[in-house]
């Protein structure tokens, strides 16, 4: 199943606050607004989801794949997401169709209810620090 | 820009109560990681499109120590932009 914007439009609407067509709008401008903000290069952060931000790419050799003509790309912007560390988490420990998916024996099983641990750290594996 | 300023731009250029801002703020999140959480896919047309990435476990080093450590299988999120605002932030 994949959530699109109407999905979400729906579960604005359901509710009860709002009429269909304002829900709409409501949607559509937030994410203008975040747009708008990222075309003016300005991070977005939405604590415990994650954060956008815009990279500045230099510009590099590259080749046409097809003819292997080098030319030279230009400088461009691009939009990263980093998912911040609570959504990382809660994807992570989600219960999946498979039971191999599950982590090794090595990591302890998530006290329920405490705050969700980073990856690595429940793992014992490579600890790295998100932003926030 | 951060979720509560998102709220008060949302509240004025649609000319809503606060209250109502955020509700639609949080819901757009909250269907968006509730998606993520069971598997799902997101597409929003002209943002971008998020899905759950499986990555296989390797071995890995923590670069403090040298110690060889396996890193277990991990999902993450991953958003890819749209075409839409990727040609914007491009542009401008």
């Known amino acids: 199943m994949t959530l699109t914007k109407a999905d979400i439009v729906a579960r604005v609407y359901s509710e009860g606050m709002l009429t269909k067509a304002e829900a709409?709008?409501?949607?559509e401008r937030s994410l203008d607004l975040v747009k708008e903000a990222l075309a003016n290069e300005e991070e977005v952060l939405v604590s415990g989801f994650g954060k956008w931000s815009v990279?500045?790419?230099?510009?590099?050799?590259g080749r046409n794949p097809q003819t292997?003509?080098?030319l030279t790309l230009p400088p461009r912007k691009v939009v990263t997401f980093r998912p911040s560390r609570v959504l990382k988490a809660k994807v992570q420990n989600a219960p999946s169709e498979s039971p191999e998916q599950a982590?090794?024996?090595?990591?302890?099983?998530q006290p329920q209810g405490s705050a969700p641990a980073e990856n690595g750290e429940a793992g014992g594996g490579v600890i790295r620090r998100g932003y926030f | 820009m951060n979720k509560s300023q998102l709220i008060e731009a949302l509240a004025k250029a649609e000319n809503l109560t606060i209250k109502k801002a955020e509700m639609v703020v949080n819901t757009m999140f909250g269907s968006v990681e509730e998606a993520l959480v069971k598997g799902d896919r997101v597409e929003i047309r002209g943002f971008g499109s998020f899905k759950v990435k499986?990555?296989?476990?390797?071995?890995?080093?923590?670069?403090?120590?040298?110690?060889?450590?396996?890193?277990?299988?991990?999902?993450?999120?991953?958003?890819k932009v749209g075409k839409e605002l990727k040609e914007r932030v491009d542009q401008e």
Do not use: C, S
């Not at chain 2, 990555?55 to 890995?60: A, I, K």
């Not at chain 2, 080093?61 to 110690?67: S, Y």
């Not at chain 2, 060889?68 to 958003?79: E, T």
């Open chain 1, 55 to 61: 990279r500045r790419k230099a510009a590099r050799r």
């Open chain 1, 103 to 109: 982590r090794p024996a090595a990591a302890p099983a």
């Open chain 1, 24 to 27: 709409a709008d409501a949607v």
């Open chain 2, 54 to 79: 499986d990555y296989d476990g390797y071995q890995g080093r923590n670069p403090k120590t040298g110690e060889i450590i396996d890193v277990g299988q991990k999902k993450l999120p991953f958003f």
């Open chain 1, 68 to 70: 292997g003509d080098p």
